[in-house]
């Protein structure tokens, strides 16, 4: 059998490149496909295309735009048996959760969709009118990491698009094949230049952010990334929207229904390995339900089953890469080395080929070791006691951090009076990670710049234009 080609979509056709990358599949940790490494000349030509193709696609509307993203969307459904497996493959998840990322993606596209973008009248006299518009930027680069390649890539390539703008994609090194898909899935509705989809290393990103002919980057990836894009963009004062790590604080408080916090909280932390920017990373959990609450949780760990992400049942896939692996295995070595701190369940890699570490709970860990400070970004949950609401509420912003933070109480006024003094994005309470393309995404403090989602997202991919009539010549 020939193996799958895999192609960029520059200008509305596929395309290689001499240079491939190998793609891991992390359940065993072998190259399991190649794919394009684009050059700077392919992208030097998918952003001249991407320039060309502008004025056409600005000058559909909103309305004209809405119907191309519609015909995306239905496409991505359609196309939802193929991309499914190949995104388990590529990226470790389990087979439905792969499937819910791309049914998500093609349900919240044309739901963003139905926002519409008003022109205001800011004043109106008999002598002066002030407008205030919105136009699109142009061309906006959008960069994607490896943990939800379909779900990110995708919901910042249409909001782009619906703004006006056409789009020159990349995604992650690890997980870029779904992603091509999609990119070849485009290619037959989109007019050719608007949506173009290239695969590569780093340095093509790098090589984005410089770009002159990019007038925005749209990243979503680590701090340590999004402040290296901030940096390079500032050459051209590029916009940029940048949503980044988290290390999200969760304050349950005594009154809690212990099972179900417990549940939800259990699912919120470790979905997808604990490889979800926004998931409970710090559990402060008041010392009156303290040992109840680790039972709860280490019971639910012990039920779930890991493994590879296309057997039946598995709850929790391998890790994505090597280089995630290891970062967390090495934080699992520095914690079980500390005195005094309880492993519960969990706490080592599995010994078998590939990427696997159990879910992993810990407890009596202090606040100022790598664990807590750091964000994991893998199945491992401190649980941290607290006896003062203030002091947990201290603890919780004591981060770089502030993507997102929740309360869990059954008094909700409490909650809400806990809520309002937590730094963050989005602040939930009685849940965590719940999120719709309707409601602006994005971190406070070095979790981000911007926003994306909801009128405040499509905004900051276009441009404030403001017109004052002088009623008299
Ligand atoms: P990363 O920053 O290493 O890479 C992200 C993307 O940036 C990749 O496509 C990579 O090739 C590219 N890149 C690398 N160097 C670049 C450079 N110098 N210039 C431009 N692009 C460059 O992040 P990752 O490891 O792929 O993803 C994990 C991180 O992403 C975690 O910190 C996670 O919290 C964060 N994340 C944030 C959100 C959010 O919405 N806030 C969502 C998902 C993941």
Redesign the pocket.
């Known amino acids: 059998m020939k193996p799958e080609a895999y192609t960029h979509t520059i200008n509305g056709a596929g395309e290689s490149s001499p240079g491939q990358i190998g793609v891991i599949d992390p359940s065993c940790g072998s190259v399991f496909a190649q794919c394009p490494d684009a050059s700077r000349e392919q992208l030097d030509r998918a952003v001249e295309a991407a320039r060309t193709s502008s004025g056409s696609w600005r000058r559909l509307g909103f309305d004209g735009r809405r119907a191309y993203l519609e015909k995306f969307a239905a496409a991505l459904r359609d196309n939802i048996e193929e991309l499914t497996p190949l995104l388990t493959q590529e990226q470790g998840k389990p087979l439905d959760q792969s499937r819910a990322e791309i049914l998500r993606a093609a349900e919240s596209t044309p739901r963003l969709c139905e926002l519409a973008v008003e022109d205001e009248v800011l004043k109106e006299t008999p002598a002066e009118r002030v407008e205030l518009r919105h136009r699109p930027l142009g061309v906006v680069g959008v ?6 390649p379909i779900g ?1 890539a995708v919901l910042r390539m249409a909001q782009a698009l619906y703004a006006g703008n056409t789009v020159v994609a ?5 997980t870029p094949l779904t992603t091509l898909k999609v990119g070849e899935i485009a290619r037959g509705i989109f007019p050719a230049g608007a949506v173009n989809v290239l695969a590569g ?2 340095d ?3 090589w ?2 410089e770009h002159p002919g990019i007038d925005k980057i749209s ?8 402040k ?2 901030m940096a ?1 963009a500032a050459a051209s004062l590029k916009r940029v929207t940048l ?4 290390n999200d604080p969760a304050i349950v408080l005594p009154d809690v229904d212990l099972k179900q916090a417990a549940q939800q909280i259990f699912w919120t932390a470790f979905r997808n390995s604990g ?4 998931a409970i990373k710090r559990l402060f959990v008041h010392e009156a339900i303290y040992e109840p609450m680790i039972e709860e949780l280490a019971a639910i760990a012990r039920r779930a089953k890991v493994g590879n992400g296309t057997e039946p049942g598995v709850d929790f896939g391998p890790l994505q890469n090597k280089m ?1 692996f290891d970062i967390v295995s090495s934080l699992l070595a520095d914690t079980r080395a500390l005195p005094g701190v309880r492993i519960v369940t969990g706490g080592a890699p599995l010994d078998r080929p590939g990427y696997f570490v159990p879910p992993t709970i810990v407890a009596d860990i202090a606040d100022d070791t790598r664990l807590v400070r750091e ?1 994991p ?1 893998g199945p491992v949950l401190p649980v941290l006691k607290f006896s003062d609401v203030d002091d947990a509420i201290a603890r919780a912003n004591d981060t770089r951090y502030g ?1 997102g933070a929740s309360v869990w109480s059954s008094d909700l006024d409490v909650a809400r009076d806990i809520a309002d003094r937590l730094e963050a994005g989005t602040t939930w309470i009685n849940c965590h990670l719940v999120s719709d393309v309707h409601t602006p ?3 406070c403090k070095e ?2 710049l911007g926003r ?1 989602n909801s009128l405040f997202g499509i905004k900051e991919d276009m441009e404030m234009n403001v017109l004052r009539i002088r009623k008299a010549a």
């Open positions: 960069i994607s990491p490896w943990n939800a990110l990349k995604p992650s090194p690890y290393g780093d093509l990103g790098r984005m952010t990243f979503t990836g680590s701090v340590r990334t999004g290296r894009v390079s949503e980044l790590g988290g490889q979800i920017c926004m995630q964000e970004f993507l995404f994005g971190g979790s981000g994306a």
